[in-house]
């Protein structure tokens, strides 16, 4: 069974950068057809998708943030982290970590983790 669990700061200040990670056990994120996703939701919002790095290392971002996001992985601990550069206080969402394999539906989901941007 795949198990997510995100971690960072709940409070970050507007202009700073956001970072959280996401440590994996159950699967390798190297792992054959493994998608790694970060996805958020702000109050009163639906589901966005922020990005995903899948088994091969490639990336890819959401065009409304790919200019302030990066997501990257150490395989060494099996975890991938989101920074989010620039945060503002629209940025105030809980963000989730999410896997899945050759079902294009995220199966696996971490617990979730409440950011505030604010001073």
């Known amino acids: 069974q795949v198990q997510l669990q995100e971690s960072g700061p709940g409070l970050v200040k507007p202009s700073q950068t956001l970072s959280l990670t996401c440590t994996v056990s159950?699967?390798?994120?190297?792992?054959?057809?493994?998608?790694w996703a970060w996805i958020r939701q702000s109050p009163g919002k639906g589901l966005e998708y922020i990005g995903y790095?899948?088994?091969?290392?490639?990336?890819y971002y959401s065009p409304s943030l790919k200019s302030r996001i990066s997501i990257s992985r150490d395989t060494s601990k099996n975890q991938f982290t989101l920074q989010l550069s620039s945060v503002t206080p629209e940025d105030t969402a809980a963000y989730y970590c999410?896997?899945?394999?050759?079902?294009?539906?995220?199966?696996?989901w971490g617990q979730g983790i409440q950011v505030t941007v604010s001073s």
């Open positions: 999410a896997a899945r394999n050759v079902n294009p539906v995220y199966d696996y």
């Open positions: 159950g699967a390798s994120i190297t792992a054959n057809y493994y998608y």
């Open positions: 790095i899948p088994y091969s290392g490639s990336t």
